[in-house]
């Protein structure tokens, strides 16, 4: 089984290593069929299916009906594919979308009126927005945890800088932003959340989706505190 750390082995992720291509010849003694996203979703299903503990490039290549030498036309190492199928995974999180460039206003145009005491400035912006955000995405976050047992070990295990990785860490940014937090306690925000997701990870099964909300809360409601963002230790008490 994959651990946070293998002695006496030293990996490159698969992502920061260039994969040279196969000379032609070579390309046409491949097996047919198969690909570097088929295998992928094949190791996801199969991970799924029976655990880390007992995945195996050989019990992986039954699954495909190929040979295990098959599958090294397309990955160097049992390593790479488990960072692919952890990335993968990963691209099943919804994220929000990013806030669209704010357009400039022409020359001629008059400026626009401010809005009126106790409204809002609109949906998903402000400080008031990113509470509500920033629970969708780690509710969402433990789901995935849940469906993907496997994820959380692997997470630990890799440097986890796959594409759909970078993305959730953007978003992650981009809600924090919009604390008006500065730049060191965002900073200090971002490790908060990011330790609070992975440390669940292994007890995502076990924990009450009611506690982890709660706990949720307490983590936001201290977030909007050193930030003395009003409103979010009151929003918190009302989930718990």
Same mark, same amino acid.
């Given at each position: 089984m994959v651990t946070a750390a293998?002695?006496?082995?030293?990996?490159t992720s698969v992502w920061l290593t260039a994969r040279p &291509? %196969? /000379?032609?010849?070579?390309?046409?003694?491949a097996p047919s069929g198969l690909d570097r996203e088929r295998i992928t979703a094949a190791t996801v299903r199969l991970l799924d299916a029976?655990?880390?503990?007992?995945?195996?490039?050989?019990?992986?290549?039954?699954?495909?009906?190929v040979t295990a030498m098959s599958l090294y036309w397309y990955v160097d190492t049992k390593h790479d594919l488990l960072e692919l199928a952890l990335d993968r995974a990963l691209?099943?999180?919804?994220?929000? &979308? %990013? /806030?669209?460039?704010?357009?400039?206003?022409p020359p001629e145009a008059l400026p626009e009126s401010p809005p009126e005491a106790g409204s809002e400035a609109g949906p998903g912006t402000g400080p008031a927005a990113w509470p509500g955000r920033l629970r969708v995405l780690a509710c969402g976050y433990r789901k995935l945890l849940v469906a993907h047992p496997?994820?959380?070990?692997?997470?630990?295990?890799?440097p986890n800088i796959g594409p759909h990785a970078r993305a959730f860490d953007a978003a992650l940014q981009r809600l924090l932003d919009?604390?008006?937090?500065?730049?060191?306690?965002?900073?200090?925000?971002?490790?908060a959340v990011s330790y609070f997701l992975h440390g669940c990870g292994g007890a995502a099964r076990r924990l009450p989706e009611r506690d982890f909300r709660l706990a949720l809360d307490v983590l936001i409601a201290?977030?909007?505190g050193i930030g003395g963002i009003g409103g979010v230790a009151g929003s918190a008490a009302k989930t718990a």
């Open positions: 293998d002695p006496e082995e030293t990996r &291509a %196969a /000379p032609a010849r070579r390309r046409s003694e029976e655990g880390l503990g007992r995945f195996s490039m050989r019990r992986l290549a039954a699954e495909l009906g691209g099943e999180l919804a994220l929000p &979308a %990013a /806030p669209d460039p704010k357009p400039e206003s496997w994820v959380a070990p692997l997470t630990a295990a890799y919009a604390t008006g937090l500065a730049e060191a306690r965002r900073t200090g925000a971002h490790l201290g977030i909007g």
